[in-house]
């Protein structure tokens, strides 16, 4: 399961980027050696999978091995920021005050908090809240997380967010009503 989710998530991210930067010719989108991934397709590729993997079970079964994987993907994507951070990659704007982190705001460490903070809280709740909820709270927590910490991101913006905060803010957008919707529905 969670090797189909990696491999199809590794694809999903590759297709994302290329369609969110054009940057690299469609001829390259397999060279995944040659960089370029767009998280948040991945992630969503990744979770379909899964989701589609664990069909053969009940409604409420699936929804609860979804939030233990949301619980445990959070955390592991902490762990991966730590990768990025002593890669250089997906940097923060240049600041005189982070001179002991190569001159730049580490909002990959950041990052890494506060994933690990949400797989924290996940976990405290998978046994108190109704199936499928847990997912809901990490994905709107880590979505929010991230406008947040883009903030800091270095690289160019549109109408003053980066990529990566609309993408976010268009997700809140759109999730925040559906959560509410469903949560609506369980009572």
């Known amino acids: 399961m969670v090797l189909w989710g990696f491999l199809v998530g590794l694809i999903g991210a590759r297709l994302g980027f290329w369609l969110a930067y054009g940057t690299i010719p469609l001829s390259a989108v397999p060279k995944i050696w040659e960089g370029g991934l767009l998280s948040y397709t991945g992630i969503l590729a990744g979770a379909l999978t899964l989701w589609w993997y664990l069909g053969k079970y009940d409604r409420e079964n699936r929804l609860r091995w979804l939030d233990l994987c949301f619980v445990v993907g959070v955390f592991a994507w902490g762990v991966g920021r730590i990768g990025n951070y002593y890669a250089a990659d997906s940097v923060g704007v240049l600041s005189s005050v982070w001179h002991l982190t190569y001159g730049r ?11 690990w903070l949400i797989a924290w809280l996940g976990l405290r709740l998978l ?37 990566s905060q609309w993408f976010c803010l268009v997700s809140l957008v759109i999730l925040i009503p559906l959560y509410i919707r469903h949560a609506r529905s369980k009572n």
């Open 105 to 115: 705001v580490p909002i990959q460490l950041f990052e890494m908090v506060v994933c």
């Open 127 to 163: 046994d108190r809240l109704p199936a499928g909820r847990t997912a809901w709270f990490v994905i709107l927590c880590y979505l929010a997380a991230r406008f947040s910490i883009d903030g800091w991101r270095d690289e160019t913006s549109m109408a003053g967010l980066h990529m």
